[in-house]
């Protein structure tokens, strides 16, 4: 059985308010050309915590925050988007 790898980076983004807002590290596997799905971005569970907490946001808003800087930083379209 061969098992396939698929390329991981990890990418700074902003979230929250000008003036507020906090970075969170975004970690990108696999590849964000192609269809929608192909690659996944997911954000650094701590970092989003501690930026929750200073935002008084839920983690998960900050989570889907991040995701979403990413997607529109990299043009690539969002799940459901085609």
Do not use: D, I, N
Request: hydrophobic share 40%; charged share 20%; net charge positive.
């Amino acid at each position: 059985m061969s098992r396939l790898t698929a390329s991981r980076t990890s990418v700074q983004v902003e979230v929250g308010p000008p003036g507020r807002s906090q970075v969170v590290t975004v970690k990108v596997s696999g590849t964000t050309e192609g269809p929608v799905g192909f690659g996944t971005a997911t954000a650094e569970l701590a970092e989003a915590e501690a930026a929750a907490r200073v935002l008084g946001w839920p983690v998960r808003a900050v989570c889907e925050a991040a995701v979403a800087q990413y997607r529109a930083q990299a043009g690539s379209p969002r799940p459901g988007e085609s």
